[in-house]
């Protein structure tokens, strides 16, 4: 049996994370006590096993960490894009240049390199494949987005791109509705599937609408409609994403092992990365430090994400 290839999307620019990712890409970004990026492998690894599954990123800013970070976790390739390809343009690549070229074989399981979740990749993997499609995408309830419309568990739309008519008049017959869900950023493709991206067609959704004008609309997995999903690309996700890993953990709070707390200071519900100076008599509550945070002796920090040039209230 083939290995199942993992790709990790993690060539984002980060911008609503500046300037925490000004000089680390979003996917490196820790949350708690590893990046978003080594989590999503760790989840990999312990749903397939490690002699199961080769993984692979794609990379553009800041894109020499990325490769490094690649090495020191082991994956097999990190995929180099000085030019941004969308999310199509690295599926392609993947499946002519390492999956065909080099004979490697295989599907593929997508992952973003900046959602925290607790989905049931096993799960969501047997049922694309058992699903008879080429390709899947696992869907969340997320109501400030549910852009996706599905019948049946087949995708007949994407608000705002395409199936809007078709939607429409189903609605309206009430009797055959659709059902509307976010997609979570996780899908996974058949070689089939992979072979059908064409030459510099880069955006995802429009190759699902080729595919589904075709008469081969993705199979939709609404069963984990509910399970954990954040996105942590935002102060607020970032912050979500923190206390679902604390609460993984099962954690109070989470102290970088080089950082010194002296005596008459206090940590409560809080994060501190690396490199961060904890002066005397300083209280920390529901927040995280980051290296580079300003702190005076006696400070009460409460509510705040804080690094080198800023300090975000959450």
């Known amino acids: 049996m083939s290995k199942l290839n993992v790709l990790i999307l993690a060539a984002g620019l980060g911008t609503r994370l500046r300037p925490l990712t ?3 890409p979003k996917p490196l970004v820790p949350v708690v006590d590893a990046s978003i990026l080594e989590q999503q492998m760790v989840k990999v690894i312990n ?5 199961n599954v080769m993984f692979h990123a794609n990379a553009h ?5 990325v490769v490094g970070e ?9 995929w180099e894009e000085p030019e941004i390809l969308g999310t199509a343009g690295p599926l ?3 499946f002519q240049e390492w999956i065909l070229k080099e004979n490697k074989g295989g599907s593929l399981l ?3 390199g900046d959602a925290y979740h607790g989905f049931n990749l096993m799960s969501f993997v047997e049922n694309a494949q058992n699903s008879g499609r080429d390709f899947a995408l696992l869907g969340v309830d997320f109501s400030k987005v549910n852009s996706l419309r599905v019948k049946d568990n087949s995708l007949v739309g994407v608000k705002g791109v395409f199936g809007e008519e078709c939607s429409e008049k189903e609605s309206r017959a009430h009797d055959n509705s659709f059902e509307t869900c976010t997609f979570s950023g996780i899908s996974w493709y058949s070689e089939k599937a992979l072979a059908r991206i064409e030459k510099e067609e880069f955006s995802i959704v429009k190759f ?4 589904f004008a075709q008469g081969r609309s993705p199979f939709v997995d609404v069963s984990q409609l509910h399970s954990t999903w954040i996105d942590m690309g935002s102060p607020e996700g970032l912050w979500a994403a923190t206390e679902a890993r604390l609460k993984e953990l099962s954690m109070e709070s989470w102290i970088h092992p080089l950082v010194e707390v002296p005596k008459g ?4 519900h809080a994060v501190v990365q690396d490199k961060v100076v904890i002066p005397a008599n300083v209280v920390v509550e529901n927040s995280i430090l980051f290296e580079g945070a300003s702190l005076l002796p006696g400070e009460f920090v409460l509510n705040e994400i804080r690094g080198k040039d800023f300090v975000w209230k959450i």
């Open 22 to 24: 000004l000089n680390t």
């Open 47 to 51: 749903t397939f096993g490690k002699d």
């Open 61 to 65: 800013y800041l894109m020499e960490q």
């Open 70 to 78: 690649g090495k020191r976790l082991g994956f097999e390739k990190v």
């Open 92 to 94: 392609r690549r993947i």
């Open 110 to 112: 997508v992952l973003n």
């Open 208 to 211: 699902w609408q080729k595919e």
């Open 265 to 268: 200071s206090r940590i409560e």
